[in-house]
């Protein structure tokens, strides 16, 4: 048990001095009279039960007021089962080198957007519990939705992004920045950035690094997925004739810079060229912070100020009616 106001505990040793010194310097007569040579007798006769119980629920009531005022409260103890909720940030590569087929799914070889976009809907659905936003980047990074719980709105967001044609810069580190800023204000008690991109940051603003350092101070991990294979890998494109053909790129992806920004934050590192690995990726990048925030255990105070200010008022009501009819003082 504790006192949230303690200092108005600093009032009792004061109520008892009024109390002390009203006993001994006052004294009020039961009634007025111009001579007491007829009450000799009877002059040393105390105070009545009435008065003495009039006075007895004055003092209490003012006790247990200034107890209220303390405001006493009692420690209840409160086990959390589950994780705390999460909120998390994707910042997902969309430029023209995403269009690149070469990761497989159930349905064959797709796209590394489309790979990303099947493994993350999966990880929407197991995870009801972490707040998803997501931004998109190119040369430049740009908001696709902001943390939300709206699976659906998620889902129809994700089903509209396309490879970003031709442009295959990549300004991972202004976008982690970007991230960070969305991450700012939400009220989740964990907060955790995922990058997914199959190449180097080749921006021209904030360094990836640097973004990475920012996010240590913020104490926000950074994950990274590097998505797709490296070497030489086919991208599809329109002929003049409405044709679907397929050209072959040369693509190495940065994974050291990538490797040191998770390990400089804490985050984890993954390579994945498959649905089914990209899907096992997303759920490392929780599973760290699942395990560190497993059950805890709280102390919850429950006010117990309303059980002394109510008694008291009440006491203090009845010692004004009882003193003004069955025990008035007269005259």
């Known amino acids: 048990m504790r006192f949230a106001s303690p200092w108005f505990l600093i009032l ?7 109390a002390w010194l009203r006993r001994r310097h006052t004294s009020r007569p039961a009634f007025l009279y111009s001579s007491i040579a007829l009450l000799r007798g009877v002059s040393q006769i105390g105070a009545s039960p009435g ?3 009039l006075e007895g629920l004055r003092w209490t009531a003012l006790v247990l007021l200034i107890l209220g005022l303390a405001r006493p409260q009692i420690g209840v103890s409160r086990v959390q089962s589950g994780p705390a909720r999460k909120a998390l940030a994707v ?5 023209g080198s995403m269009a690149a087929e070469d990761c497989r799914s159930a349905q064959g070889r797709v796209s590394r957007l489309e790979a990303f976009k099947e493994a993350f809907e999966e990880f929407l659905q197991t995870r009801p519990d972490v707040r998803v936003g997501l931004i998109g980047f190119a040369s430049e990074p740009y908001l696709i939705s902001p943390p939300t719980a709206d699976r659906r709105f998620l889902l129809r967001s994700l089903d509209r992004l396309v490879p970003l044609g031709t442009d295959t810069n990549k300004a991972s580190g202004s976008a982690v920045a970007a991230a960070l800023g969305r991450l700012q204000g939400v009220p989740e008690p964990e907060r955790l950035i995922l990058l ?3 190449g180097a940051d080749t921006g021209q603003g904030v360094d990836l690094l640097t973004a990475a350092a920012a996010a240590k101070a913020l104490q926000i991990p950074v994950s990274a997925i590097a998505v797709g294979g490296s070497g030489s890998a086919p991208i599809p494109y329109t002929d003049q004739f409405g044709v679907k053909r397929y050209r072959s790129i040369s693509w190495r992806p940065d994974l050291g810079r990538l490797q040191q920004a998770a390990a400089l934050t804490g985050g984890k590192f993954a390579r994945a060229a498959a649905v089914s690995e990209l899907q096992r990726a997303l759920e490392a990048t929780l599973a760290a912070e699942d395990a560190s925030s497993g059950p805890k255990r709280y102390l919850q105070y429950a006010e117990l100020a309303s059980w002394c200010v109510i008694p008291g008022f009440v006491l203090w009501l009845l010692e004004i009616i009882l003193a003004n009819s069955v025990w008035r003082r007269l005259p």
């Not at 009792?12 to 009024?18: E, G, M, W």
């Not at 910042?91 to 430029?95: G, P």
């Open 12 to 18: 009792l040793p004061a109520l008892l001095l009024v």
């Open 51 to 53: 008065a003495r119980f």
């Open 91 to 95: 910042v997902l590569d969309v430029s």
């Open 196 to 198: 997914a991109t199959d």
